[in-house]
């Protein structure tokens, strides 16, 4: 029936008018084609984008040597409980480029694998890079209560008041208290 239909059609209507439709349509289905490949394209190219830790990971391997994308692919391993790996990205980091920053982080993530004293480094050694970091004040206070160093845990509290900003309020309350303040 279609056939019949087609051939009626193909004594109804004039040449011209014909050819000009076969061409449309030939031109139609050479774009949806090409739009159906930019799709496919398109797609294979955001596969590394599909979470932040594949995306970091994709980065590390077509632009290696970035000690910030190491850093932040560490961290975010380690958030994920990834904390071998995290380990590994934040040690090549570190190489790259040390900051007190990613001395912190790396220790954040020994103290979790319990790995006290070498969190305990990593926390003095970002504190001589940075004297200020409330953050590496406070992981090294609580390190060294784990290890029972608590005159050592109650001077890092003390300098952590000192230095740490106003965002962090909250957490100076909680430890001017447990000093007794």
């Not at 294979?44 to 590390?60: E, K, S, T, V």
């Not at 904390?83 to 790396?106: F, I, K, N, P, V």
């Not at 509290?157 to 909680?174: H, I, K, N």
């Amino acid at each position: 029936a279609i056939a019949a239909a087609a051939a009626g059609l193909a004594f109804a209507v004039p040449a011209g008018l014909l050819a000009g439709r076969a061409r449309r349509w030939s031109a139609g289905a050479g774009v949806a084609a090409l739009a159906g490949l930019f799709l496919l394209v398109t797609r294979a190219q955001l596969g590394p984008w599909r979470d932040r830790i594949a995306l970091l990971a994709h980065a590390c391997v077509v632009a290696p040597g970035s000690a910030l994308v190491e850093y932040d692919l560490g961290s975010d391993l380690a958030r994920a409980g990834r904390l071998a790996e995290g380990e590994r990205h934040l040690r090549t980091a570190l190489a790259l480029q040390e900051t007190s920053l990613a001395r912190t982080q790396l220790g954040n993530v020994l103290l979790a694998e319990g790995r006290g004293p070498e969190a305990l480094a990593q926390y003095q050694r970002a504190l001589e890079l940075a004297p200020r970091n409330a953050e590496a004040l406070l992981r090294l206070a609580k390190a060294c209560e784990a290890q029972g160093r608590f005159g050592d845990a109650r001077l890092a509290y003390e300098r952590f008041l000192e230095v740490a900003p106003p965002s962090l309020e909250p957490l100076r309350r909680q430890v001017a208290a447990l000093l007794g303040r």
